[in-house]
């Protein structure tokens, strides 16, 4: 009784992985967040034009490209939050104003 009970939870186990891993494959492009058309290149931008971002001081910019150029370009806009005072609310806010182009 108890194997059957563990191939039973194994096999719904699979199961669900196997569905969310498809799932994942067939989502639309639209559930990306736009971007703006005047959204900032965050692998090219200066102090000054990373300021503009909201909630983005004068540090908080200098931060940003101190990382850039210690670590190399941000491959994705999410990367930011490896910046020490990008938290996941604060790149939530700025998301929208962000790309990555090299």
Not at 58 to 61: C, F, I, P, Q, V
Not at 96 to 100: A, E, G, P, Q
């Given at each position: 009784m108890r194997r059957n009970l563990k191939q039973s939870?194994?096999?719904i186990f699979c199961s669900l992985l196997l569905t969310c891993s498809q799932a994942k494959?067939?989502?639309p492009e639209t559930f990306h967040a736009a971007v703006?058309?005047?959204?900032?290149?965050?692998?090219?931008?200066?102090?000054?034009?990373?300021?503009?971002?909201?909630h983005i001081g004068?540090?908080?910019?200098a931060k940003i490209?101190?990382?850039?150029?210690?670590?190399?370009?941000?491959?994705?806009p999410e990367h930011l939050m490896l910046v020490r005072g990008i938290s996941d609310e604060r790149f939530r806010a700025l998301r929208?104003?962000?790309?990555?182009e090299n």
């Open positions: 939870v194994l096999i494959q067939t989502l703006s058309q005047n959204a900032i290149n965050i692998n090219t931008a200066s102090v000054k034009e990373l300021e503009k971002l909201p004068e540090k908080l910019a490209v101190e990382h850039r150029e210690k670590f190399g370009k941000f491959r994705k929208n104003s962000v790309k990555v």
